[in-house]
């Protein structure tokens, strides 16, 4: 990759560069990038030679292969092109009271979780800082497009963050302290990568934490989450002990519903004493389609169904709603794949909205 992209030098590495100027164009470079959420070229402070030289040698490190806009354009799906040809997504969901983007942090994902499309890709290799940073800008720039602010960011799209954990920290650290947003709007999301979440416990940044289950049990939580193997659910629980007992914030669960797989009077059972145990909210979501795993989502009535069983349990749960489904950007459906289902990006960019239902118009924007 280049030497340096635009997101990827720290205040200090940006001083270092921008060492033959004054020492306030520094400063107001700075500003320009996280504060206004501009490009080299709209820093209308600075003079127009060094707008040119910092569009020079400091270029965006994602490149823009395609869009896809949801039926009700609430969900945006970015898929980006890196430096070497990898390909990463990013999604910005319109709630009404939020906005939300998730990130990817990896190019691809080694944890080969079945049930997801990114896991079934396999892994190409880990972000860089600055290429996280930087979805989360492109994403507020976008938000700010329709007077919208950025206000929560979700480590859970590609990949996994604690398999990549300095440079995931060095981005929170970024996104809190330079782009203004709270640690506690910022949630990282892991399999059980223990060693990451033993880390994420000694932090001073109070992030909160989401941990995919899927299944409360080790024998079936080893097929459908191959890392269990390495870290199962007792040894994954008493690290979560220690998190809570470090930072005193609610854990999250985050359980994706396999019709017949994970969705069982049993599975209630298991999942709701591992999670009590634990204090912690569960997320329920119904899988998502993905081309490599044939089984279906749990349908609905029984979604909550199972939500309802938890309660009495005493369980604190939720269904979370799928956002761009219908362009592949909801959870575990993130490939990195063109419009169509192509993988080759050597094409112009291209902006897909699919076409509204034949028998009913669009609904509106959740907004």
Same mark, same amino acid.
């Given at each position: ?49 060094? @707008? ?43 709630? @009404? ?26 892994? &190409? ?119 809570? &007992?470090?930072?005193?914030? @609610? ?117």
């Amino acid at each position: 990759m280049p030497a340096a992209t635009r997101y990827e030098l720290d205040r200090a590495a940006l001083g270092e560069l921008l060492a033959d100027e004054p020492r306030y164009r520094a400063d107001q470079v700075w500003a320009g990038l996280y504060e206004q959420l501009a490009d080299p070229g709209e820093l209308t402070n600075v003079p127009k030679a060094l @707008r040119a030289r910092l569009d020079q040698e400091l270029p965006p490190a994602l490149r823009l292969a395609a869009e896809s806009v949801s039926h009700d354009g609430a969900t945006v799906k970015w898929l980006w092109e890196l430096e070497g040809g990898a390909r990463v997504e990013t999604v910005l969901m319109h709630y @009404r009271d939020r906005t939300t983007v998730c990130v990817s942090s990896q190019a691809g994902c080694a944890m080969a979780c079945s049930f997801c499309a990114t896991g079934q890709g396999g892994f &190409a290799r880990h972000l860089t800082t600055g290429e996280i940073v930087e979805q989360v800008v492109r994403a507020a720039r976008r938000s700010a497009d329709t007077d919208r602010r950025l206000s929560n960011v979700v480590f859970m799209g590609m990949g996994e963050p604690l398999a990549n954990y300095d440079r995931v920290w060095g981005a929170v650290r970024r996104i809190h302290g330079d782009l203004g947003l709270s640690a506690r709007h910022l949630t990282v999301s892991t399999v059980g990568v223990l060693p990451g979440i033993r880390r994420l416990a000694a932090e001073d940044l109070p992030v909160n934490l989401a941990v995919s289950l899927h299944a409360a049990n080790d024998r079936l939580r080893d097929e459908l989450v191959p890392l269990n193997k390495r870290y199962p659910l007792d040894a994954l629980a008493a690290v979560c002990r220690d998190y809570l &007992a470090v930072k005193n914030r @609610r854990l999250s669960f985050e359980w994706a519903l396999i019709d017949g797989v994970n969705d069982r009077p049993t599975d209630v059972r298991e999942l709701a004493a591992y999670a009590n145990a634990l204090r912690a909210h569960v997320n329920l979501i119904p899988l998502n389609p993905t081309p490599g795993y044939p089984t279906r989502g749990t349908p609905p009535e029984r979604v909550a169904s199972f939500r309802d069983a938890l309660e009495a349990l005493g369980t604190n749960a939720t269904v979370r709603r799928n956002r761009g489904t219908d362009i592949d950007a909801a959870c575990g459906q993130l490939a990195a794949r063109l419009p169509g289902g192509t993988t080759s990006v050597s094409v112009p960019v291209t902006v897909t909205r699919p076409p509204p239902p034949s028998s009913s118009p669009p609904p509106a924007p959740v907004l």
